[in-house]
C-alpha cells in the first residue's frame, strides 16, 4: 500500500541555521507529493508540492525535490526564522483523490 | 471567500453524550474530508466524501458517522461518545483530480473535543 514516513521531531535550531526534514515514501506508480504545514492553533496549509520525478517544488525560502530513485522527498530551507515554528507533514496522492500524511515532524526555532 | 468553516471551535462532552460538528466550504470543491489528530499519531482519515452524494470510510470510522448536506457542507456526528475520541478534529476539502496528479487539501481551523 501507499505509506510516508518522515523523521521524529521534535526538530530544535537556532535562527538562520540549515534545515533538513527527511521523507520517504512506498508507492507503485508515480505519486503527487506534498509538504504541509501547521501552525500552532491553526489547520494544515500547503506548503509546496512536485508532481512528477526530479520536479522541484518552492515555497517561502523552503525546497523539496522528487526523487524516484530514493523514493524521498526532502524538506530543506537554508536559513530558518523563528517564524518557521510549526509542525510539518510529508504526503503523497496516489492514482486518487485521498491524501496519505506522515506522522509530521514538529520545529523548532530558537532566536 | 472564507475557505473552509468549522464549528464550533471547542467543545466538551460526557461520555455517551451526542454531538455534530459542522463543516463548510465556499471553494465550489467536490471532495470533503473528516481528519482526526491526536498528538504523535499524524492525521487520521475518519471519513470522506468524493462528490456530492457520496460517503465512504476512511481509516478510523467507529463511532462516527457523516452526511454530506449539499455541495458545501459536510458534516461529522458522534452518536455516543467516548474519551478515546477526545481528540482535535480537522475538515478539509479539495477540488476534483483532472488529471493534474492530485489537488492539495484545504483545511480548517479545527474542532477540539474533549469528552470526560
Known amino acids: 500500500g501507499n505509506s510516508v514516513t518522515q523523521m521524529e521531531g521534535p526538530v530544535t535550531l537556532s535562527e538562520e541555521a540549515f534545515l533538513t526534514i527527511n521523507c520517504t515514501y512506498t508507492?507503485?506508480?508515480?505519486?503527487?507529493l506534498f509538504w504541509y504545514v501547521q501552525y500552532p492553533g491553526e489547520g494544515l496549509q500547503l506548503l509546496l508540492k512536485?508532481?512528477?520525478?526530479?520536479d522541484k517544488g518552492s515555497n517561502k525560502g523552503f525546497e523539496a525535490t522528487y526523487r524516484k530513485e530514493t523514493t524521498s522527498f526532502h524538506l530543506e530551507k537554508g536559513s530558518v526564522q523563528v517564524s518557521d515554528s510549526a509542525v510539518y507533514f510529508c504526503?503523497?496522492?496516489?492514482?486518487?483523490?485521498?491524501?496519505?500524511f506522515g506522522a509530521g515532524t514538529r520545529l523548532f526555532v530558537k532566536a | 471567500n472564507a475557505g473552509v468553516t468549522q464549528t464550533p471551535k471547542f467543545q466538551v462532552l460526557k461520555t455517551g453524550q451526542s454531538m455534530t460538528l459542522q463543516c463548510a466550504q465556499d471553494?465550489?470543491?467536490?471532495?470533503m474530508y473528516w481528519y482526526r489528530q491526536d498528538p504523535g499519531m499524524g492525521l487520521r482519515l475518519i471519513y470522506y466524501?468524493?462528490?456530492?452524494?457520496?460517503?465512504d470510510k476512511g481509516e478510523v470510522p467507529n463511532g462516527y458517522n457523516v452526511s454530506r448536506l449539499n455541495k458545501r457542507e459536510f458534516s461529522l456526528r458522534l452518536e455516543s461518545a467516548a474519551p478515546s475520541q477526545t481528540s482535535v478534529y480537522f475538515c478539509?476539502?479539495?477540488?476534483?483530480?483532472?488529471?493534474?496528479?492530485?489537488?492539495?487539501?484545504?483545511f480548517g481551523p479545527g474542532t477540539r473535543l474533549t469528552v470526560l
Open positions: 512536485a508532481t512528477k520525478a526530479d
Open positions: 508507492a507503485t506508480g508515480y505519486p503527487s
Open positions: 471553494m465550489n470543491h467536490n471532495s
Open positions: 504526503a503523497l496522492i496516489n492514482g486518487g483523490f485521498k491524501t496519505i
Open positions: 478539509a476539502s479539495s477540488e476534483a483530480d483532472r488529471g493534474q496528479g492530485g489537488n492539495e487539501q484545504f
Open positions: 466524501s468524493a462528490s456530492e452524494g457520496t460517503t
